[in-house]
Structure formats: C-alpha cells, structure tokens
C-alpha cells in the first residue's frame, strides 16, 4: 500500500501522509512541465509530417555533413581529453605538492566560462585580427572558420570532464597498489596501465560518457569559430540553428531528435553506471 | 623523509611512483596551451582599449540592456530554482515512491540535452500555438519574444545544479538531529525552519551560486526563446557575437571582459560558500 513512504531510517521524523503527497504531487507536475514536455516536444515536431518526411530531411547532404562534421570533432576532442585527464589526474593525484588545489580550479576553469566567451578568445587568438592572425594568414593556415577552431573550442568546454571525475577518485584510492606492483619489478608504464588503469576504467568511462555528450552538443563557441559554412564547417547543432531559421521546421527538429536521442542515451548509461558502480563514482559524482 | 629544521621544505613531496615530470610537464602544456594563454589573450585585448574606451563602449544602452537581462534573468532563475530545488531534492532524498529512479534521472535532462536542442524545444512549447505557450496566451501572459521567456529558459538549465548540489548534503544528514528536536517538542514546521533550513543555507546558497554562473553565460537554450529583439530581449552572450559579425572586436572583447570578471568572482563566491557548508554539515563532499 505504501506507494509513497520515507526510508525507515527516518521514520520518526516525516512529514504528514497528505503533506508528502502534495509535495511528491509539485514535484513531478514541475519536473513534467519543465523538462519532460521540452524533450516530448521535439520528438512530436519531428515525426509531425510522417516518417518519411523525417528520413528525408536527416538525409540530404548538409545534414549528412553535418552529422559527419561533429562525429569527426568528437573524435578528436574526446581523445584528446581523455590523454590529458589521465595524464592530470596522475600527476596531481599520486603525488603530494604545493599548489595542488589552485591548479585543479584552473582545470575546472572552462565549466564557469560562457560558450561564447569560450569561442570568442580563439578569435582574438588566431582570427583575422588576432594575435596570430597575421602570421597564419602568411602560412595560409586558417583555424578560425574553419574544422580546426571547431575542434579547439570543443576541446576547451569540454576540458574538465575526464580530469575532474578522475582525479578525486585516484586521491581515495591512494598509492599502495601502485607502490606494491613497482615493489614486485613492474615498470612504470606496465604499473599504469596494470593497476592504474583498470582501477578507474568505470570513473573514466563516466568522465568519457560527459565528455561526448556536450562535444557533440556544443553551440555557442563552436557558433562563434565555425563561421556556419555549410557542408563544411556546420557542425550538427548549428545545422540545427540553420535549418530553423529558415523556418524549415521539420528538418530542425529531425536533426535536433538525433541529438535529443544522444542525450536520452547519455543518461541511461549515466545513470546504469551510478547504480552498478556507485562506490567507485560517489567520490567524484559532482555533476 | 624524516625533515630535519635545516632541510628546505621541498615543493614536492618525493615519491616512488615514477612519470610525475613528464604528466606533470605535459598536463600544464595543454592546460596554458588550450586554457590559460587564450583566456588570457582576452584581457590584454581588453586592457589595450584603455579605461575610458572600455567603459564608453559599455555605456552604450543597447549593451547595457544586454547586460542587464542576463545578469537579471539569470538571478530570477536561479532565485527560483533555489525555491523549488529544495522541493525536488527533498522529495527524491526522503521519499520512496515508484520511478524515483526515473526521475532522478530526468533532473540531469538540462545538463544532457544540447543547448541548442533544449532552445529549439523551449520555443516550440511556448510559441503561441505551443503546448504550454496556448494556454498561457489565452490569460494574457506572452513568454516567447519577451524577457520572461530568457527567464525560463535560464530558470530549465539551472535546475540540476541547485538539486545536485543539495541531494547528497541532504542524504549525510543525522536523522538524530530532527529526532532530537522532535522529542523536545518542535513541530515538524518548526524542525525544517529552524534545524534543517540554517545547516543548508551555505549548500543552497552554494547551488543559487552555480546555477547563477551557468545562466548569466548561456547562449544556445535562450536565443531561440527569447527572439533577440535589441534593448528587450537581447542577451549579453547574443550581443559579443553580434559585435563579432560587425567586426567590433573592442565592443565583443569588452562584454566578454566583464563577464569573465564576474564568472571568476562567482568561482571565487561558490569556493567560500563550499568552505562555509562543509564546517555547518560536515559534508566533505
């Protein structure tokens, strides 16, 4: 009968039967209209005009591009993370030194910066009038409007992720495992991929999970460096911005339901990785 | 290891664990490469502009405006969400009920879904023909196009911070505590207000904080929403990419500046507060 009970923990001290109800009552009603109906809306606009309609709009060039666009920044920028939160976390949390806990604010730095304000220093930095600006052009590099820029401002917004779930859990675990395999005539390298490695594969597997979900998502750096040149530097939320403005709503919401269904994966293996490995995320579970 | 008075304190403790050089080396090459020398390229930019340049480009109006609907909106959601996030953590700490795990689940939506996505989502369901949006036109209220829109759409990606940050300090608290004030008599009224309530405020503060930061930068879930009309609806983020495409890069860098400046000054704000909350909960999370 007890469809809505507190733990028997805290059986003493609960609020009354009619009071829980009310507040389970706001909360789910809040929860629906704030977050479930956004999700639920895009879906429904999606399939408005019939699953053909929907294949159709996911399959012309640009869209094809720009699917192909973002899984090719995903992998790079992921990657790329994941060497430098191995290489942060091992270096900050196997070792004791001073200063420790301001470097790992600047490595948490990106999280407090606007997307915007995140693309907007790699334009000052290698933009036509930025500080590289010339000397690129002399090379006839170019990085700003073009893959290049894209790659670097995913990077950056998604700097934190594999560092930050790594490095608290590497400081629970300590150093004995590893002092113990270096004790028994194992090299360094066969030590951290080993012991290290398999010790933190669920946490890095976390960390990595985060990591692509916002490189595939992210809009408002990628916006600034990308220059929205379709087929070639549109990647798929700006398609998305595209598509819309054009009032092409349909295909909008087809390329956004594709991404809408990344985030609705991302949770579900988000969430079975808390509950099978909760002892091994709980140190790290910020956000 | 044992340290004798005349030995230096070194600046690292020695270790067996060898690859601390060549992580260490490599980690803070890629930190200055990809984090610091560019965020630091904004405030050279900013600096050679000179004081009067910079603050007469911030006195324009339209910038002004800008400035205040995000810092505005931004403190409106998360002022709400520091009302009802209590609620949801409440609900999903001390209560069971069926698909509590759904639903905590769907509490990270906003950190999940893109920007981009949520945006497109929002104004769908507010747009006047919307789900939402219908039923508000016929009482009058108009979201879309219009400040209150750039206020829920800051208010949808705030919430997550405030539950997340209050769920696990709820969780570590000693029933004994509400016990004990029970038996001497408090109502439960009483217990929440004067108990609970003083030993989370620098948690709830501490997540009105985080949400606060996310919001006064957010770009992708508001442009769509908010229709962007100058000097109404318009959001500072909007406007550096407006000055952009002008090729203003003083205006662009001078935004850019003071919202730098504030996001630091909040890192430096949720820092303090995380102190404060771990000494009135003991929670060293």
Redesign the interface.
Known sequence: M??????P??A?????LTV?FL??G???V??L???????G??FV?AFRKGYETYAASLLTDDSIAAIQLTLLVTAIAVPANII?G???S???A?????GKSFLI???D??F??????AG??????FGA???LGPYLQAHHIQIIFAVPGVV?AT??LT?PFVARQLIPLMQAQG?DD??AA?SLGAG?LR??FSVTLPNVRWALLYGVL?CN?RA?????AV??VSGHIRGKTNTM??H??IL?NEYNFVA??AV?SL??FL??V???L??ALE?RYSGELAVS??? | MSLTEHQRRP???P??????G???G??MF??GL??????A??FT?AASLGFSDFFSILADPRILEALKLSFGGALIGAFVNTL?GP??A???V?????GR?I????????????????G???A??YAPN???GAPLADAGIKVIFTPLGVIIAL??IG???VV?TLQ?VLADLE?EI??AA?TLGAT?WQ?IRKILLPALLPTLLTGFALAF?RA?????SVI?IAGNLPYKSEIA??L??IK?EE?N?PA??AI?AI??VM??L??LIV?LLQGWARRSTGYA?
Request: net charge neutral.
């Open positions: 007890q469809f809505i009970s507190t733990s923990r805290l003493n001290v609960s609020e009354p829980r507040l389970l706001l909360t789910l809040y929860l209209a704030m977050l479930v109906l956004p999700l809306v895009i606009e430098f191995l290489a942060a091992w270096s900050i196997k070792y004791q030194f001073k604010t600047l490595i730095l990106p407090s910066v606007s997307p915007v304000v907007l220093i790699y334009v000052l930095m009038q930025g500080y670097l990077i950056f700097f150093n590893e002092e270096l360094g030590t951290f985060l979900a595939m998502g992210e809009f408002g916006s600034i939320p700006l998305v911005e819309y909008a919401f956004a991404l809408a985030a609705l991302t949770l579900c988000k969430t509950w579970r910020g956000h | 600046w690292r403790t270790s067996v664990l060898p690859g601390f060549v992580t260490f490599f980690s890629w930190l990809i984090v610091l020398i560019p965020l390229g904004i930019w009802v609620v949801v409440w609900v999903l001390r209560y069971e009920f069926y795990g639903v905590d689940a769907v509490i990270d939506l906003p950190f999940a879904l893109p920007t981009a996505v949520a497109l989502a929002l769908a369901l919307g789900w939402l208010t949808f919430l997550p911070f997340r696990p029933p509400e016990e029970a439960r217990t930061a006064v930068g957010e770009y992708g769509f983020p909007l550096i990419i952009l090729f890069y662009a860098t850019a919202m730098l996001s630091f909040i890192l820092n999370g």
